[in-house]
């Protein structure tokens, strides 16, 4: 990370003048979760397109917004350090981290930018949206990382979930996925890797040392954001739906079935073992068998069971 501090912003062989191939699959199918619905394999292959397309859309979305509040967070833990005389490169790495999360930002938007067809007339509001008054709360929590620590294990999971979907979308053949979407997860994937290490690192600073008592309160948050926001398909994943059949008339009479098997997904053994597990997650998991107050994640994550159990839950 520290020797990317001299690298040239946004260095990625792309061009970002001509619009997207929209013949080609922007994300790996199998991270999308209607791609875990009966009604997939009913689908004509452009229509799997365009759902592939605005899904991932609302990936750079969600992805963008949440590296840059993420960044609040991480910037509060650099001025603590350095308030107190921490390790200088501990630090450094820390603002590269934001550097680094500003960059993947402008990937994501021009991504976005280069995705929406030629042919729309308006611009459409955003598929990722998040509640003024949740947005607000997350911004004072992720402004307070020694109170909150539950920040970071976010951060974690996140990250390491995009390393996933890099990869996943990387072992597509070169011909099956638009170009400049193969060339950022790529580039991606270099940095993601680094995040993950340092996310370990801020955990093993801001959660491992607290009393027990505030370990489990941000367990606790932390079991909440997965249940309600991290992991069913909900909110966005509806808005992308509606929006992809609005964009496709022919299946308007089969919205209220779709709906339905998009909301069952979220019950999914293959779906959870895609989002949060052992395969996908693995350094997110080695962590929760660590501290105990982790271990009643097995009552959200289906593919979750604590290495060793925990009787004091």
Request: aromatic fraction near 12%; include cysteine; hydrophobic fraction near 40%.
């Amino acid at each position: 990370m520290l020797r990317r501090a001299g690298e040239p912003r946004d260095a990625l062989s792309v061009s970002w003048d001509e619009p997207a191939d929209f013949d080609r699959w922007f994300v790996c199918p199998t991270v999308t979760p209607l791609y875990y619905a009966p009604v997939y394999g009913e689908l004509t292959r452009g229509e799997q397109l365009r759902y592939n397309h605005l899904t991932a859309i609302y990936f750079n979305e969600l992805i963008g917004y949440f590296e840059t509040s993420f960044a609040v967070s991480v910037l509060a833990a650099v001025g603590r350090a350095e308030a107190a005389g921490d390790d200088a490169r501990f630090s450094a790495a820390l603002r590269q981290f934001v550097a680094d999360e500003q960059e993947h930002t402008r990937w994501w938007r021009q991504l976005t930018r280069l995705s929406q067809p030629s042919a729309a007339n308006e611009i459409q509001p955003p598929l990722f949206q998040i509640p003024s008054a949740l947005g607000t709360l997350l911004g004072k929590l992720l402004a307070r990382p020694r109170l909150f620590p539950a920040a970071f294990w976010i951060m974690l999971v996140l990250e390491e979930r995009s390393l996933d979907i890099s990869r996943r979308s990387l072992r597509l053949e070169v011909g099956e996925i638009e170009p400049r979407y193969r060339e950022v997860y790529r580039k991606h994937m270099e940095h993601e890797a680094a995040h993950v290490a340092l996310d370990c690192q801020l955990l093993e600073r801001y959660f491992a040392p607290r009393s027990r008592p505030l370990r489990w309160l941000n367990a606790r948050l932390f079991r909440t954001a997965l249940r309600k926001f991290l992991l069913p398909p909900v909110r966005g994943a509806k808005r992308v739906v509606e929006r992809w059949i609005a964009e496709c008339p022919q299946l308007a009479g089969r919205r209220t079935e779709i709906l339905g098997q998009l909301e069952a997904v979220g019950s999914s053994p293959d779906y959870h073992r895609m989002m949060y597990s052992r395969t996908s997650t693995p350094i997110a998991f080695s962590l929760f068998d660590r501290f105990p107050e982790m271990h009643a994640l097995d009552r959200v994550l289906l593919c979750y069971a604590p290495a060793v159990k925990d009787r004091d839950r």
